[in-house]
């Protein structure tokens, strides 16, 4: 049967309305491009579908609909279709809609997003570990999440300082080097040196004669800081002491990380106290023309404390990988270097274990606290492992609090990421940024800029990020950005 367009169209809207008809194109259903089974399947669901609501129709008649009724209806609709097999690559597409791709674009340029910092005020010795952390950390605080990250930046400013002038003098003192920090309200106070016990066979020399500082004995590692904005100080409720250490660079300390048997730490009265003969020895050993780590560290943390008496302090210690295992010994360290010592507190980023039970014991009864941000992927933090020599079986203990991150919870990372990116030390700012909690996906409003994640882990990020960044001309030898070794904070 046939319809006439003029019985139910008006005469005045008749012409606009044929002509629009005319323009109607026949269009491709996506359902077209299916196989059969996969029409079958879906079509199945339905049918399911609609035969369970039909017996269930009669129990709702009389029950009065609410939007939030409507809206479970069709939530439970959608679910029972299982319309997302459809169109595997529909995700894909909502990751790279308008929004999300303006949100890509700004993580990705040159300018810099700040979050505001909080006021501390009288609960900093919570953020500082005074109780380990407790109702902080799952879900992640806020305050807490911006402190992480702002002292993950100050040990990547000591990588910086270090490969920006790698090399020792031979025969005389090394000169005061300047060093970039990511936080102006600080200001560096101390250069730090650690030097292996251990030479490389002369072989090495013979083969390789041009390795240059990659066989120097003694190393930059690191440095002391310490807060001095008076606004800063009064936002995080005390003067801040920052010791920043840098991870393994030399060969040398590749070779005092392998020296993995338990030692009896030096000046304790229990021997079952051990460490990793290797970390202590880039600990305590001195140069030919620079002092120990251990003195050096000592010695300004004392004159700090005599500078200033009086004041409200706190003392932290920060490091990746090497530098996380020796900011144990230094906590270790300076906890009793004087009579009235400020709180210490120890982040570390991908750092192996250390030490045995006895030797957490020892820094829990100094009241040092550790929160050790571990990433599940990263390998570094698994090791060493249990030990067997002369008849007793000797196991490394991690100390403190940990916060967990995973490398599958990012949406820009690989999850299949290699060991380098796992235990990269921007990839642990990257995660730790996006992290709201154990359970939850990467926070969708993370301010970290993606530009050094993206340069130095191009690789371990997903292509499809990879490719935007640069049809979106985001590309850093395109637009020519430089890259800093530190990226500014994006707490400030």
């Excluded at 109702?135 to 806020?142: K, V």
């Excluded at 490389?200 to 990659?214: E, F, I, Q, T």
């Amino acid at each position: 049967m046939q319809i006439g367009v003029n019985s139910t169209v008006p005469a005045q809207n008749l012409l606009v309305f044929q002509t629009k008809r005319a323009s109607f194109k026949c269009r491709k259903s996506p359902l077209n491009s299916l196989s059969t089974e996969s029409t079958r399947k879906h079509l199945s669901n339905l049918e399911k579908l609609l035969q369970k609501t039909n017996q269930t129709d009669s129990d709702r008649v009389n029950k009065p609909l609410t939007n939030g009724s409507i809206s479970i209806k069709r939530k439970g609709l959608f679910e029972g279709l299982k319309l997302w097999d459809i169109k595997p690559e529909m995700k894909a597409a909502e990751e790279m809609s308008p929004s999300h791709l303006n949100r890509l674009q700004r993580l990705l340029s040159k300018t810099m997003e700040y979050s505001p910092r909080n006021n501390l005020g009288s609960r900093w010795r919570e953020y500082h570990g005074c109780n380990d952390w407790s109702g902080l950390l799952d879900p992640l605080d806020e305050n807490l999440r911006r402190e992480v990250v702002r002292y993950g930046e100050f040990v990547q400013a000591a990588y910086h300082g270090f490969h920006s002038n790698p090399a020792m003098p031979v025969d005389e003192a090394p000169l005061p080097r300047h060093v970039a920090l990511p936080d102006r309200s600080y200001k560096v106070t101390k250069s730090l040196y650690a030097t292996s016990s251990v030479g490389l066979p002369k072989w090495v020399d013979d083969m390789a004669p041009n390795l240059g500082w990659m066989t120097q004995r003694s190393s930059w590692i690191g440095f002391v800081a310490v807060c001095d904005d008076r606004r800063e100080i009064q936002r995080m409720g005390r003067r801040d002491i920052v010791i920043a250490l840098r991870g393994t660079a030399t060969c040398l300390e590749w070779t005092e990380n392998f020296r993995a048997q338990l030692v009896r730490i030096p000046g304790s009265d229990d021997s079952n106290q051990r460490v990793e003969c290797g970390f202590l020895s880039l600990h305590e050993t001195r140069g030919a023309h620079v002092p120990s780590l251990a003195e050096s560290v000592v010695q300004e943390v004392q004159r700090l404390i005599e500078m200033y008496k009086g004041e409200t302090l706190s003392i932290t210690i920060t490091g990746h990988s090497l530098g996380a295992a020796l900011s144990l010994l230094v906590a270790d360290e300076i906890s009793s270097c004087a009579p009235h010592v400020p709180p210490v507190a120890v982040f570390s980023f991908g750092g192996p274990r250390v030490g045995n039970k006895s030797f957490v014991q020892r820094l829990n009864q100094k009241n040092v606290k550790v929160l050790r941000i571990v990433n599940n992927q990263d390998l570094i933090t698994r090791v060493p492992g249990v030990f067997i020599g002369d008849n007793n079986s000797w196991a490394y203990t991690h100390v403190g609090t940990e916060l967990k991150v995973d490398t599958k919870m990012s949406p820009y990372l690989k999850p299949d990421a290699d060991v380098a990116c796992c235990h990269d030390l921007e990839a642990y700012l990257h995660l730790v940024d996006g992290f709201l909690s154990s359970n939850c996906p990467f926070r969708s409003n993370a301010k970290r800029s993606l530009v050094k994640l993206v340069n130095e882990q191009r690789s371990n990020v997903k292509q499809l990020y990879t490719h935007k960044a640069l049809s979106l001309n985001l590309d850093r030898d395109r637009l020519n950005v430089p890259i800093p070794g530190c990226l500014p904070s994006p707490s400030r």
